[in-house]
């Protein structure tokens, strides 16, 4: 089974600068197992940067599926026959992925996440929206890293899911937390998982041993990859809902940081520096 991992980098030009970070740390960190890059026509990278994905993909936009809706469209593009998706502001850490590929080839699709049924989520309240969809629950996750395979039950799926979106997105934008006629991957991948009564047991994270955090509102870091050492510490169980006073810190190490809107940002702009000088970047 060819393994690799698929990048997608459309719209803005600094979605490709982000991928050739994402793709230094993945050649410096797991060097045996390619990148594809997919990225608007015309916007490839050229030069010792286009050497760190073995495939580029450029693809014409389609209305349909703006930005990070291309996320349902990778399926079709990946050359490999199993296949970690990872977004273009993660970066790849440890050493330890192995453990998760073996993970996540136990199932045709797989992402880090839990059952929802109440709460906000999304700018949506969770049990309303349910109780219009009729389901008991949706699986709450940062889709920044998820994984599927080549398989009759990984096409079945992306088709489902994509078929799922077309019929909801008229319905759903109107509800997104990012203002009318916009889209949300994870809210309609969150509802479709739990149409299909679907869990991810299989990638669950655990503290010390956790597939892709988000900087997202953490407390501190500690990411050293020249040491080995990958720890974000993040606040949890929070007082009245409020982010700035958490019961509770919750220590973890995840194989992808993931660097949401690039914070903080010298640490991203350190690192980034790092894997591109060790992957040959100057």
Same mark, same amino acid.
């Given at each position: 089974?060819?393994q #690799?991992?698929i990048?997608l980098?459309?719209? &803005? =030009?600094?979605?490709t600068?982000m991928?050739?970070?994402l793709a230094a740390?993945?050649? /410096?960190?797991?060097p045996g197992?390619?990148v594809?890059? /997919?990225?608007?026509r015309?916007?490839?990278?050229?030069?010792?940067?286009?050497? @760190?994905f073995? %495939? +580029?993909v450029?693809i014409t936009?389609?209305?349909r599926f703006? %930005?990070?809706?291309n996320?349902i469209? +990778?399926f079709d @593009?990946?050359?490999?026959?199993?296949t970690?998706f990872? &977004?273009a502001?993660?970066l790849l850490a440890?050493?330890?992925?192995d453990s998760?590929?073996?993970a996540?080839?136990?199932?045709p699709?797989? /992402?880090?996440?839990?059952?929802?049924?109440?709460?906000e989520?999304?700018?949506v309240? /969770?049990s309303? !929206? !349910?109780r219009a969809?009729?389901?008991? *629950?949706l699986?709450?996750?940062n889709?920044?890293v998820? %994984?599927?395979t080549r398989?009759?039950e #990984?096409?079945a799926?992306?088709a489902?899911?994509?078929a799922f979106?077309? &019929?909801?997105m008229e319905e759903?934008?109107?509800t997104?937390?990012?203002?009318? $006629?916009s889209?949300?991957?994870?809210l *309609?991948?969150?509802?479709?998982m739990?149409?299909?009564g679907?869990d991810?047991?299989?990638?669950a $994270?655990?503290?010390e041993?956790?597939?892709?955090?988000?900087t997202w509102r =953490? @407390?501190?870091f500690?990411i050293?990859p020249?040491r080995g050492?990958c720890?974000i510490?993040?606040?949890?169980?929070?007082?009245?809902g409020l982010?700035f !006073?958490?019961r509770? +810190?919750d220590?973890l190490s995840p194989t992808?940081? %993931?660097?949401?809107? @690039?914070?903080?940002?010298?640490? *991203? &702009?350190?690192?980034? =520096?790092?894997?591109?000088?060790?992957?040959?970047?100057?």
């Amino acid at each position: 089974m060819r393994q #690799g991992y698929i990048v997608l980098a459309t719209g &803005d =030009a600094k979605y490709t600068a982000m991928a050739v970070n994402l793709a230094a740390s993945l050649r /410096v960190t797991d060097p045996g197992r390619g990148v594809c890059l /997919v990225c608007d026509r015309g916007q490839e990278p050229r030069g010792p940067e286009a050497a @760190l994905f073995e %495939h +580029v993909v450029g693809i014409t936009g389609d209305t349909r599926f703006p %930005h990070v809706m291309n996320k349902i469209r +990778v399926f079709d @593009l990946s050359p490999y026959d199993s296949t970690m998706f990872v &977004d273009a502001d993660c970066l790849l850490a440890k050493d330890d992925v192995d453990s998760w590929w073996r993970a996540c080839e136990t199932r045709p699709f797989s /992402v880090t996440g839990g059952a929802k049924r109440a709460g906000e989520w999304k700018g949506v309240e /969770v049990s309303e !929206l !349910l109780r219009a969809q009729g389901q008991d *629950y949706l699986i709450q996750m940062n889709a920044g890293v998820f %994984h599927f395979t080549r398989t009759p039950e #990984g096409r079945a799926f992306f088709a489902g899911l994509e078929a799922f979106y077309l &019929d909801k997105m008229e319905e759903l934008s109107v509800t997104n937390y990012k203002g009318p $006629n916009s889209q949300s991957f994870e809210l *309609y991948l969150g509802l479709y998982m739990g149409r299909l009564g679907m869990d991810c047991a299989n990638v669950a $994270n655990r503290g010390e041993d956790s597939w892709m955090v988000s900087t997202w509102r =953490a @407390l501190w870091f500690d990411i050293a990859p020249e040491r080995g050492r990958c720890t974000i510490w993040k606040g949890a169980r929070h007082l009245w809902g409020l982010p700035f !006073l958490p019961r509770q +810190v919750d220590r973890l190490s995840p194989t992808f940081p %993931h660097f949401v809107a @690039l914070k903080p940002r010298r640490l *991203y &702009d350190r690192l980034a =520096a790092y894997y591109r000088h060790r992957a040959g970047l100057g």
